[in-house]
């Protein structure tokens, strides 16, 4: 192929572009929510509302 120029940039506009993956990032630690069945539609807010709902029903008993 004839080049125009001799520019460096004019070779490098005729290469077809390399793709870089980059770096792959590490795997996600679980979510603390994971299998359990008070997260199925409600999103994670950090706190296990089954270990509150326990807590409460406890509390619950004792006052009972």
Do not use: H, I, W
């Amino acid at each position: 192929m004839t080049y125009f120029t001799d520019s460096p940039f004019e070779r490098m506009m005729v290469q077809r572009p390399r793709s870089n993956p980059g770096p792959s990032s590490a795997p996600k630690p679980p979510s603390p929510c994971a299998g359990c069945g008070c997260a199925g539609s409600r999103p994670c807010v950090g706190t296990c509302m089954r270990e509150l709902m326990e807590k409460k029903e406890a509390k619950q008993e004792c006052a009972d």
